[in-house]
């Protein structure tokens, strides 16, 4: 296993979870009385393990048709758009 990969893409992946929808929702959930924290743990873990399962099969399939370079590009342009609207519906 490469290491670096494997921090870099741990460091990414947790810091761009922290204060998002998912967390949030999760936060909602256990906040429940009625809630088991066991299973609000393990469903919100497994539903991320399965979109990641997701990710990781679609950028490795994509890279057999589009070059990486054109994938990151796109990529940060949809970040961008997301920052803008994001801005723009806050005002």
């Known amino acids: 296993m490469d290491l670096k990969a494997f921090l870099l893409v741990f460091g990414t992946v947790f810091l761009a979870e922290l204060g998002d929808k998912t967390q949030l929702a999760t936060i909602l959930f256990a906040s429940k009385p009625s809630s088991s924290l066991v299973s609000v743990f393990l469903a919100a873990a497994l539903a991320l393990v399965a979109s990641t399962a997701v990710a990781v099969a679609l950028g490795a399939t994509l890279t057999q048709y589009v070059d990486t370079r054109s994938l990151s590009i796109v ?17």
């Not at 940060?76 to 609207?85: D, K, S, T, Y």
């Open 75 to 91: 990529a940060g342009l949809g970040f961008v758009a997301i920052g803008v609207w994001t801005i723009w519906s806050a005002a």
